[in-house]
């Protein structure tokens, strides 16, 4: 399948690394969009989150706790977003999770 993100967690082409379990795996957004901005993948491919399912959606939820944690930004605060479709204005065809955080972010949120 052609999908960047399936290639990044297969090994195929480069990703910066910084959380994998079983399920999830995560790494650097290569354009980010604050000091810390890191994409939470799961490794199953699903395009979207109307296609994740409960056990996917729990794993992510633990990723999302200890990449927090690993990044310093459990205390200061961080933001998670998932885009979804068109009006959602989502570019890649893999479910991802947008964890943003090291500033203060925009108060808006479109
Ligand atoms: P979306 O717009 O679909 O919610 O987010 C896709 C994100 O993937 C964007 O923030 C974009 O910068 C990031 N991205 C796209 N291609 C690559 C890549 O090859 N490597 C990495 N690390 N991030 C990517
Ligand atoms: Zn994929």
Redesign the pocket.
Known sequence: MDC??CK?IAGQ?P??KVYEDEKVFA???????APV?V?IVPKKHMRNILECDEETAAAVLRAVKAIAAAEGVSVSGFRV???CGRD??????HL?F?LLGGDKLSETMA
Request: no cysteine; charged share 15%.
């Open positions: 960047i993100f990044i082409i990703g910066d790494f650097r957004d290569i354009n980010p969009q901005h994409l977003v998932t885009n959602g204005a989502q570019s890649v065809e991802h947008h």
